[in-house]
Structure formats: structure tokens, C-alpha cells
Nanobody
Framework: QVQLVESGGGLVQPGGSLRLSCAAS????????MGWYRQAPGKQRELVAI???????NYADSVRGRFTISRDNAKTTVFLQMNMLKPEDTAVYYC??????????????WGQGTQVTVSS
């Protein structure tokens, strides 16, 4: 099994910044991609940003230029630096890791979610 531990959410004023972290551990033989999704009340969960095993990145149009996804050197922790936050960024943010076990089974793992609230 894969364990994901998220941290870094909170309350911030519009225009402020937050940094989310997600540490992955467990039965990971190979990491395919790590990403962040978010879900606002009454809305579907949506992709925010993703980084692949080759460090290619992709962002939702609504956050491009404000958010940056990155990983540590060990490539087991993924970060989301969120700048110029807007009230519409308010949501529960979920870390997602797509990995392979030693038997090459695909593992699609989710973090517990961390609340981000942007409000004055």
C-alpha cells in the first residue's frame, strides 16, 4: 500500500501564498506521476497541477502562472506553491500519486485532503 501525508493548508488573505506538501511512502517501485486536485463545495474534483516521472508539468488554466508544482530530489514528496491566491481557490486540496508496485500493478493513491481557504 501507498501512504500519502499532506500538510500546508490553512486560511490566507486574497493575494497571499501557501505551500502544500505531500510525502509518499510504502510499496512504491516506480512513480508515474504526482499531482494535486481540488474540490470546492458543490463542485466536482478538478485537476490543479501534475508532474510526471520525467518532470513534465501541466496546470489548470485557472492556476497557470500563479501555482508551481515541484518535487524533492528523492522524488517522493510533491509540493504545490500557491501564489496570488484568490477566493475562488478555496477548496479541499488532494494529493494524488500514480505509482507501480514491485509486481508492476498500477496504484492510484489519494491523500486525506487539506483545506485551503482564501478570505479577507
Amino acid at each position: 500500500q501507498v501512504q500519502l501525508v499532506e500538510s500546508g493548508g490553512g486560511l490566507v488573505q486574497p493575494g497571499g501564498s501557501l505551500r502544500l506538501s505531500c510525502a509518499a511512502s510504502g510499496s512504491i517501485f516506480s512513480l508515474d506521476a504526482m499531482g494535486w486536485y481540488r474540490q470546492a463545495p458543490g463542485k466536482q474534483r478538478e485537476l490543479v497541477a501534475i508532474i510526471t516521472s520525467r518532470d513534465n508539468t501541466n496546470y489548470a488554466d485557472s492556476v497557470r502562472g500563479r501555482f508551481t508544482i515541484s518535487r524533492d530530489n528523492a522524488k517522493t514528496t510533491v509540493f504545490l506553491q500557491m501564489n496570488m491566491l484568490k477566493p475562488e481557490d478555496t477548496a479541499v486540496y488532494y494529493c494524488n500519486v500514480k505509482s507501480r508496485s514491485r509486481s508492476w500493478a498500477l496504484q492510484d493513491s489519494w491523500g486525506q485532503g487539506t483545506q485551503v481557504t482564501v478570505s479577507s
